[in-house]
Nanobody, 124 residues
Framework: QLQLVESGGGLVQPGGSLRLSCAAS????????IAWFRQAPGKEREGVSC????????LYADSVKGRFTISRDNAKNTVYLQMNSLKPEDTGVYYC?????????????????WGQGTQVTVSS
């Protein structure tokens, strides 16, 4: 059974940095895409970034371009999200998700497996 476990969330001041990790266990294929989504209270889930495990191709939401970097370590079955220059509007629960397809996309409906989420709070 595939499982995704997020870690690395916390409280940080505006302008600070955090690195989130998403560790996958169980059967995983390189022909898959892993994404980060976030959800703030009272708001819909929003796609942040995704990465294709096979070749490392990436996609970012406009709201995080230039500030967030997604990367993967296939040997560790882990995907990272480095978040810099954090803003209060980045606050939310961050989820990683996986889909067995190679197309990049940030539509939550396309992802089949989800982690439990990790809280990120950006506040002074």
């Amino acid at each position: 059974q595939l499982q995704l476990v997020e870690s690395g969330g916390g409280l940080v001041q505006p302008g600070g940095s955090l690195r989130l990790s998403c560790a996958a266990s169980g059967f995983t294929s390189f022909r898959s895409t892993i994404a980060w989504f976030r959800q703030a209270p009272g708001k819909e889930r929003e796609g942040v970034s995704c990465i294709r495990r096979l070749d490392g191709s990436t996609l970012y939401a406009d709201s995080v371009k230039g500030r967030f970097t997604i990367s993967r370590d296939n040997a560790k079955n882990t995907v990272y999200l480095q978040m810099n220059s954090l803003k209060p509007e980045d606050t939310g629960v961050y989820y990683c998700a996986l889909v067995y397809m190679s197309r990049l996309g940030l539509n939550a409906d396309e992802y089949d497996y989800w982690g439990q989420g990790t809280q990120v709070t950006v506040s002074s």
